[in-house]
Structures are given as structure tokens and as C-alpha cells.
């Protein structure tokens, strides 16, 4: 069963916008994070954020988490058409042998030029 | 990726056939992973290891067996392949049980026919 749903599915801008995509969870987590997949490719781990943090930043991200509303968003500022990619938000919730990231469907995201 | 490689990258297969794919790495992580990717569901969890010879099932594990006898490698079996079993199949890496983002392979494109 999915963890995390992303919002919206797909998201289309211009280069030089900033493009936000939201992720819901069901379960208590001790992380969250957020991943970029490029067409034919694997994912690439863009940023962490633990349950006790309420912002993050990285570059052109900022990754906001409300553990209350189980919820968390990602916002690229400035995008550029390299930005083009699926964005995955995954939870990390601890027990068992490991840990284990349980992954939303993920966000479509198309800058243009 | 770096420090993370999987074979084949590519498979056609038969119905009933078994397949093995294959993870290697170079960065002496504990943790490796087993996901596969298909349209409307994102990743979902096949197998993980969490040390050699230690494996334990994900959400999807009928129908697939795991082993690893070194730290730099883990397999995948399709015991006897069906044509629900054609997927991108995934391997990750992450060094630590919680707190370190998975480092992910390029994906093997399997199609069973």
C-alpha cells in the first residue's frame, strides 16, 4: 500500500517559476524525503528532513513537513527545464530489521521554455 | 549511479522461465533493497538486506526470492516468471537503518512474454 499520495499528479510551467508539489502520509514517520527520477533513469535523492524539523533547505528547494496534517511539500524556485522530472516523496518510519521507504505515485513535472 | 550497478539492464523472458537480476556495490553498505516501479503504483518494496545472509520480505514479495552471500552483492530471483512480474525493477543502497537518503541503481526493464 502507498504511503505517501502526491499533489498534483502532473504540473506543467515556464522556466523562471517556482513549481510546488505536495505529498500526504498515513502513518507516523521518522523522516521524510524527497527524490527526482529523470525519464529512463533511477532516482536521485534530493533531501531529508527528519520528524522534529519543520523546514529545510537545499539550493533551489525548500522542503516544508507538518506531522500534525501528515504532510509535506516541495517547492523549486526558479525553475529550469533541466527541473523536468518525476518527484517522488517517500516516508522512513523506524521498527523491524530496517528501515524501509515507502513511496508515493509520485509528481510530474514539465518546465518549458 | 556511482558505487551501484545493476544487470541486465534489459530482459525479455518467457512465461515460467526463473530470472535472476543482479545488484553490486562498491560502497560497502549494509542496507541494500529490492523495489519495483510500475505506471499508477511508484516503488514499492520487494525484498531488503540488512546484512549478509539477512534478508526480510517488502509489500510484494510473492513470486520472488533474494540472497546475499557478499556485501556488495544481492539478487533478485523471479522464481518462475509471470506476466504480471514485467516491471522496472530497482535496486538501492543506504549506509545507515534511518536517517541517510538510498542511493538507487540505473533499473533493469524486465518483460515477461
Known amino acids: 500500500s502507498q504511503q505517501g499520495e502526491e499533489d498534483p499528479q502532473a504540473l506543467s510551467i515556464q522556466e523562471g517559476e517556482n513549481a510546488t508539489m505536495n505529498c500526504s502520509y498515513k502513518t507516523s514517520i521518522n523522516n521524510l524525503q524527497w527524490y527526482r527520477q529523470n525519464s529512463g533513469r533511477g532516482l536521485v535523492h534530493l533531501i531529508l528532513i527528519r520528524s522534529n524539523e519543520r523546514e529545510k533547505h537545499s539550493g533551489r528547494l525548500r522542503v516544508t513537513l507538518d506531522t500534525s496534517k501528515k504532510s509535506s511539500s516541495l517547492l523549486i524556485t526558479a525553475s529550469r527545464a533541466a527541473d523536468t522530472a518525476s518527484y517522488f516523496c517517500?516516508?522512513?518510519?523506524?521498527?523491524?530489521?530496517?528501515?524501509?521507504?515507502?513511496f508515493g505515485t509520485g509528481t510530474r513535472l514539465q518546465v518549458t521554455l | 549511479d556511482a558505487g551501484i550497478t545493476q544487470s541486465p539492464r534489459h530482459k525479455v523472458t518467457e512465461t515460467g522461465t526463473p530470472v535472476t537480476l543482479r545488484c553490486h556495490q562498491t560502497e560497502n553498505h549494509r542496507y541494500m533493497y529490492w523495489y519495483r516501479q510500475d505506471p499508477g503504483h511508484g516503488l514499492r518494496l520487494i525484498h531488503y538486506?540488512?546484512?549478509?545472509?539477512?534478508?526480510d520480505k517488502g509489500e510484494v514479495s510473492d513470486g520472488y526470492s533474494v540472497s546475499r552471500s557478499k556485501t556488495e552483492d544481492f539478487l533478485l530471483t523471479l522464481e518462475s516468471a509471470t506476466s504480471s512480474q514485467t516491471s522496472v525493477y530497482f535496486c538501492?543502497?543506504?549506509?545507515?537503518?534511518?536517517?541517510?537518503?538510498?542511493?538507487f541503481g540505473s533499473g533493469t526493464r524486465l518483460t515477461v512474454v
Open positions: 517517500a516516508t522512513v518510519s523506524l521498527g523491524g530489521t530496517a528501515s524501509k521507504l515507502t
Open positions: 538501492a543502497i543506504s549506509e545507515s537503518a534511518a536517517g541517510h537518503g538510498y542511493t
Open positions: 538486506s540488512y546484512g549478509v545472509k539477512d534478508t
